[in-house]
């Protein structure tokens, strides 16, 4: 069997600061450190986050979970982070396409599975960022608020993209429109989030889905995550045809041979990822 190419990585653990990075077997768990202020961003907290990402992958991540610490998952941008004076204002353009709009972009890239474990307050930049992850648990006491209306702004970080296509337009317009809260079990009852759980099992009940997730075919699931996102705007042929290339680099796998002799031998698959 071919070895774990993590088991020859260096694995950085953060311990301190507004990130931190601590690991579970391959599981990298990534936490937004700032509780005292709910978790919101600023440009430090961004750019620590940037170097977790780069430490998890480097390190050979074969699932990442990302959660908050405190009473909330995250309240989006610290808007004391932000320059309102009148000759200087930031540039909420340069800022979102700065740090918001890569951190988005990588999560969906990433190529392994990201579950997001939802805990208290997810709003503005924060609830899209959950939504950026592959996969949502959520507490009982999450929520979720596209808070961006009741300062005069539209939702970013993938908002306006990643709200329609899990709750439909209706909804998604209503929630926007309003910034109101939409709860855990409506969250859930809505497509938004994948499960919801009552708030002491939120922490292990992530950790043993991301660690299960760790354990199975990860580049066939780097390839479910391609082909998913791929599918909100390419044509019925188009996919096809990437569901072909696809399945054709994945047949060739070490894991699929694994997988179709484990079948065949009536025992458990011994997946690396390879």
Not at 133 to 161: E, R, Y
Not at 162 to 191: F, H, I, N, Q, Y
Not at 205 to 210: I, K, V
Not at 214 to 243: F, G, H, W
Request: glycine share 8%.
């Amino acid at each position: 069997m071919p070895p774990n190419p993590a088991q020859t990585q260096v694995r950085v653990h953060v311990e301190s600061g507004p990130i931190l990075l601590r690991w579970h077997g391959d599981v990298a768990v990534v936490t937004l450190n700032r509780p005292e202020k709910l978790n919101s961003f600023t440009r430090e907290m961004h750019g620590s986050l940037v170097q977790a990402l780069d430490h998890s992958e480097a390190g050979g991540a074969r699932a990442l979970l990302l959660t908050g610490a405190g009473r909330g998952f995250c309240a989006g941008q610290d808007l004391a982070d932000l320059d309102f004076s009148p000759d200087n204002a930031t540039d909420l353009g340069e800022l979102i396409d700065t740090w918001f709009n890569p951190l988005v972009r990588r999560l969906q890239a990433l190529p392994l599975p990201v579950i997001a474990a939802v805990n208290g307050t997810a709003a503005g930049a924060g609830a899209n960022l959950a939504l950026a992850c592959d996969i949502v648990l959520a507490a009982k006491s999450a929520s979720f608020i596209q808070a961006f209306v009741k300062i005069g702004l539209v939702p970013d970080s993938g908002g306006t993209w990643l709200l329609p296509k899990r709750v439909g337009l209706a909804r998604a317009l209503g929630l926007a429109m309003t910034g109101d809260k939409l709860s855990a079990e409506d969250a859930e009852k809505w497509g938004l989030v994948w499960e919801v759980m009552d708030d002491p099992l939120l922490p292990e009940q992530a950790l043993a889905l991301a660690t299960h997730l760790a354990a199975q075919p990860t580049r066939a699931l780097a390839a479910v995550k391609q082909a998913m996102y791929a599918s909100a705007t390419n044509s019925l042929d188009a996919q096809l045809d990437l569901e072909r290339d696809l399945q054709r680099n994945l047949g060739r796998s070490h894991d699929y041979t694994e997988g179709v002799n484990a079948f065949l031998e009536k025992r458990a698959p011994r997946f690396t990822g390879a």
